[in-house]
């Protein structure tokens, strides 16, 4: 058991290594730099020599090799560098742009999955095929609109025509609704299409029969017999399909204008703003691997055929 | 209650029918049986025989496409045929149970045995909680587990196939039914467990004067722990008595075909000796092999084995789950090293053989899988599966390949019509034909049968026994025949060798093993055979010739 824990905490730092050198080699192969976006711009008024003393300054053109060193030393204690353009610590950017990532995400995530398991319990309840068959193509439909589109006809019927949530100067927590509801809608369906498939394969499980044959209610047998069992396969997926959400928060904060990680990234890029990107990718590839850690950390607790293989003898 | 000679279970005109897309058909039809008070009835029939849906209908548990359309169904005098789902709920469990098939997929993985016995006393008692604990370790206790306290704290992955369906009978006594279904309860289990289990069922009934509608295709087991019989085919009634009667003189056809093709029950014919000097097809020397577990320890799964097969005859390796013939069936096909031993075929060496090597050998050792559903790609035509062999070998050219693909469907008694059929299209029996096809098609020196017929019906596996038996004659080859099931050893084999945990116990002619096995295991094996309680069936098998198609 130990052994386990041990392997699934040593992949995941090495996952977060491999994302970081990935991501230094990828962002270092980009042609050109902030240094020369930024001074190079005509308002400065600064000269070739004067720009090249300033790259100087900066270093950008050292060894690549102790660029990497210094900077995963750096990474290494929490000192994620200066953001070029905005000219303030990376970690002062992040302190105030990752909070609300991290609420909408989570909530995101939350809802995306009380959705799901909703969508799956109620087709699994449904008393008549044709309910049954509306409730489970809800995912396909789900799936297949766009995120942007979604969000802007969530402000349109909610804030604009029925007026229940309000866009302009909205409370702290009236503002996540709407973005929450449109980040969860693509997340959830595969989470649902995914629970209905296992609800219904469980179903037809030999112990099912056996729990049905002792007098079990059809309650029972869902919640005491199915669930647990149609859960344990869905647990991966919401751990892959978090990446998913990192990658839906840039749109819905832009459409939404929240001031996150998403709307971040998106300046950094047009800036080349490698500190910031670095940091960006190493974050999410920790929240990915964090997460993926803790649904493998989980598995043995919902599933006791994991946790130990001392077999009984005949 | 009562003494009275009032049937525990009185079906009457039974239909059952199932839906399909839009189509209904009718499986069962005017099926009329009782079940007396403290009595065992057997249903006995092959696949499709309707047995298991009128099991179903009893206990209210049929499939939601399938329905009772006409008839009822007396349980205690009241008929549950119409009654709504709640009320059913009320005697499922409490007045009739179920011992299910398959005891490794039973029970809730996630779930404790403990917890799982339990829920019985939760759905329908009012014990509480210490009470229930207190009840479930006496029940656990009263079907022959052992250390019931640890055991109510384990997961069902923990337990052996055995351990399992104890602890599926426990659940079905819990609250002294009137009557038990046992759903061919022993029939995913060794036989040796198998008899325990059998053993534990009577006992069981005998104590709580239980009834028992024992649902089974094993007209042994029928025959050694029933009272009556009720012979089923096509959802019909063909036969049904007083066991003895039954199987002493059958009334219907259908019945005398059924006995005759049972071979824990039909008189064994034995095989002609074989003459000495034959050349030897398949030399195995102390073959051991080794498995690293993850702690680093090696488990050894064959200790030690040495057996040969002569040209042209038959070896049964023969031993429960566990005994290590899985194993050494694929260290002969060259699927692994042996860890230590020799393999030889012919004069070939099989573990100094490498990559090309291997692979031009592959065609001189054929595998048939017990379970022809699975081993069949179910995208390819019968023509595609039988002619694929070919097309990993020396390039034939097309017309060639075609001629021999025609040539062995033909010699495995199909006919020319299934080429172009995919597998779903055909019946098991025709399945396990093509799978015979398929491994003779490159005319191979041995076969390797492993468990070919265990998942046939009895007539189906009956021709496919003859027709191993005639391809053998005419063509000459030579088989590994591996089964857990020693009537069928007895009827095909020449000489056998007994596995147990990875070690040979036995090894010797089939006559020598079967008249004096020279160890206790092998004596219990082959005691566990069922339908010994019964002299031999008067009809003899039929002598071998091309079956009809099945």
């Given amino acids: 058991m130990t052994r386990y824990v041990i392997g699934r905490i040593g992949q995941a730092l090495l996952v977060l290594w491999a994302a970081f050198t990935l991501s230094f080699i990828m962002l270092q192969a980009m042609p050109g730099d902030a240094v020369l976006i930024k001074f190079l711009n005509p308002e400065f008024g600064l000269s070739a020599d004067q720009v090249a003393e300033i790259r100087a300054a900066y270093a950008v053109d050292s060894n690549l090799v102790v660029q990497y060193g210094h900077t995963l030393i750096n990474f290494l204690q929490g000192d994620f560098g200066y953001s070029l353009q905005a000219g303030v610590p990376v970690s002062a950017q992040l302190a105030t742009n990752l909070p609300p990532t991290l609420k909408l995400a989570g909530l995101g995530f939350l809802a995306a999955t009380l959705l799901a398991v909703f969508i799956a319990f109620l087709s699994s309840m449904a008393p008549f095929a044709w309910l049954r068959n509306a409730i489970q193509s809800l995912p396909s439909l789900f799936i297949s609109v766009p995120v942007f589109w979604l969000a802007i006809m969530l402000i349109q019927i909610f804030s604009f025509r029925f007026r229940l949530v309000s866009v302009i100067n909205p409370g702290p927590w009236e503002s996540l609704i709407l973005p929450v509801a449109t980040l969860a809608v693509p997340i959830a369906a595969p989470l649902a299409q995914i629970l209905i498939r296992n609800i219904d394969e469980i179903r037809t499980r030999p112990f099912v029969a056996v729990a049905r044959a002792k007098g079990a209610s059809e309650t029972r047998l869902l919640w005491r017999h199915v669930a647990r069992n149609a859960i344990l396969p869905t647990l991966t997926i919401a751990g892959v399909l978090f990446g998913e959400l990192i990658a839906g928060a840039v749109v819905t904060e832009t459409v939404f204008g929240l001031n996150g990680i998403g709307g971040l990234t998106e300046k950094a890029v047009g800036n080349q703003d490698l500190s910031v990107l670095q940091a960006v990718v190493v974050i999410s590839a920790a929240a990915f691997v964090t997460i993926n850690l803790a649904v493998d950390l989980a598995y043995p607790l919902l599933d006791p055929r994991l946790r130990n293989r001392s077999g009984a003898a005949a | 209650m009562s003494i009275s000679a009032n049937p525990v279970l009185d079906v009457r005109n039974l239909d059952i029918s199932y839906s399909q897309g839009d189509e209904r058909s009718t499986v069962v039809h005017g099926v009329s049986f009782t079940v007396a008070p403290g009595e065992v009835v057997a249903l006995v029939g092959e696949s499709g025989s309707g047995k298991t849906s009128t099991a179903q209908a009893v206990i209210g548990l049929l499939a939601n496409n399938g329905r009772v359309e006409n008839g009822s169904i007396l349980l205690n005098g009241e008929d549950i045929s119409h009654w709504s789902a709640r009320r059913l709920r009320s005697i499922r469990g409490a007045v009739v149970s179920l011992v299910p098939q398959d005891p490794g997929s039973s029970l809730n993985p996630v779930l404790t045995i403990g917890a799982q016995v339990r829920e019985i006393l939760e759905i329908h008692g009012r014990l509480d909680r210490r009470e229930a604990d207190r009840r479930v370790i006496e029940l656990l206790a009263n079907v022959g587990l052992s250390e019931p306290e640890l055991r109510i704290r384990q997961y069902p992955h923990e337990l052996s196939g055995g351990m399992k369906q104890r602890v599926l009978i426990a659940i079905a006594i819990a609250l002294r039914p009137a009557l038990i279904i046992a759903d061919e309860p022993t029939s ?204 990993n070998f020396d390039p034939l050219p097309r017309t060639e390949r075609e001629t021999r693909v025609r040539a062995i469907i033909e010699r495995v008694g199909l006919p020319l019509t299934v080429l172009s059929r995919l597998p779903h299209a055909l019946s098991g029996g025709q399945r396990q034909r093509v799978a015979i096809a398929r491994a003779l098609v490159l005319e191979p020196e041995v076969v390797v049968l492993d468990e070919a017929v265990s998942a046939l019906d009895v007539t189906v596996q009956a021709q496919i026994l003859d027709l191993l038996a005639e391809l053998q004659r005419d063509l000459g080859l030579t088989y590994v025949f591996v089964s857990h099931d020693l009537a069928v050893v007895r009827q095909i084999a020449d000489t056998v060798s007994v596995l147990h945990n990875g070690r040979q116990v036995d090894y010797g002619t089939v006559e020598d093993v079967f008249s004096s096995a020279s160890t206790a295991y092998t004596r219990e094996l082959i005691e566990a055979i069922p339908g010994q309680k019964f002299p031999r069936a008067e009809t003899s098998r039929r002598p071998i010739k091309t079956g009809p198609l099945s």
């Fill in chain 2, 188 to 391: 995913a289990l060794d036989v040796t467990v198998q008899r325990r289990i059998l053993d534990l069922i009577d006992d069981l009934r005998r104590e709580h004067g239980t009834s028992v509608l024992l649902v089974t295709h094993d007209l042994g087991v029928a025959a050694d722990r029933s009272e009556r019989i009720i012979v089923l085919q096509g959802g019909r009634i063909q036969e049904q008595g007083k066991t003895a009667d039954v199987l002493a003189s059958p009334q219907s056809a259908y019945t005398r075909k059924l006995l005759s093709d049972a071979p824990s029950l039909a008189a064994a014919k034995p095989r002609p000796p074989v003459e000495p000097g034959r050349p030897a097809a398949l030399t195995i020397t102390n073959l051991v092999q080794n498995f690293a577990l993850p702690t680093g320890k090696n488990f050894r799964a064959v200790d030690g084995i040495s057996f040969n097969v002569a040209r042209g005859t038959t070896h049964a390796v023969v031993g429960e789950s566990g005994s290590g013939k899985t194993t050494t069936i694929r260290s002969i096909a060259g699927f692994q090293k042996p860890t230590s031993g020799e393999i030889r075929i012919g004069d070939l060496d099989v573990a100094s053989l490498r990559a090309e090597g291997l692979r031009q050998f592959r065609r001189k050792v054929q595998l048939v899988y017990q379970n022809p559903w699975a081993s069949l790609d179910p995208r390819q035509t019968v023509q595609a599966i039988v002619e694929e062999p070919l097309l």
